[in-house]
């Protein structure tokens, strides 16, 4: 599998609020790894232009990151700056 459970560990270490491996809930980590996902789907469909059903979990996978990149706008400008900055994601 792409996504193996140290690199889970290390993107919710490097990304979460608490930089602890077990700071899965924060939105922080739920972003970063999103964010990973979204990158190996895209390349994969690169690859792969037919495959509807991946598309299809791309687009459902950027909808949930949006989603918490607008509780962060709401709730607390600086950590959603941060984040930004730190994935090199843009608006």
Do not use: C, W
């Not at 789907?41 to 996978?61: A, C, G, Q």
């Amino acid at each position: 599998m792409y996504l193996s459970a140290e690199k889970k560990a290390e993107l919710f270490k490097n990304h979460g609020r608490l930089k602890t491996e077990t700071d899965t809930g924060s939105p922080e980590s739920q972003i970063a790894l999103f964010t990973y996902r979204i990158q190996h789907l895209t390349e994969h469909l690169k690859i792969n232009k037919k495959d509807h059903s991946s598309r299809l979990s791309l687009l459902k996978l950027v909808g949930k990151r949006r989603s918490l990149l607008n509780y962060l706008i709401k709730n607390d400008i600086e950590r959603y700056r941060a984040i930004i900055a730190e994935l090199g994601i843009r608006k």
